[in-house]
């Protein structure tokens, strides 16, 4: 099986920034599209970015963004390394979540497309 580990959730002053890492390890064919969600206190989960496999190689590929992120925070990834990085600036304290990571994959050549989510790291922004 594949797994995702998740690092660098902290406490952050508004205005701060951090980067956020999810890592894939285990067994990994291909991995398509990469993203991150959040949830926060008494909220429901929702979109935070999203990343295609090939996110340069068409207009169709761009990053998606939810609307209350966009222009703050980037999604890329690091296909050699099968890991993908949330870089969040300008943060706000409504940014305040635990945030997920989630690849959809394929552990095996004709194996099915499955979606898989990391444990989750806090983000925290207080003054």
């Known amino acids: 099986q594949m797994q995702l580990v998740e690092s660098g959730g902290g406490l952050v002053q508004p205005g701060g920034s951090l980067r956020l890492s999810c890592a894939a390890s285990g067994s990994i064919f291909s991995i398509g599209t990469m993203s991150w969600y959040r949830q926060g206190p008494g909220k429901e989960r929702e979109l935070v970015a999203s990343s295609g496999a090939h996110p340069h190689s068409s207009a169709g590929e761009q990053p998606d963004y939810a609307e209350s992120v966009e222009g703050r925070f980037t999604i890329s990834r690091d296909n050699a390394k099968n890991t993908a990085y949330l870089q969040m600036n300008n943060l706000k304290p409504e940014d305040t979540a635990v945030y997920y990571c989630?690849?959809?994959?394929?552990?095996?050549?004709?194996?099915?497309?499955?979606?898989?989510w990391g444990q989750g790291t806090q983000v925290t922004v207080s003054s």
């Open positions: 989630n690849f959809v994959a394929q552990t095996t050549s004709m194996g099915p497309w499955t979606n898989y």
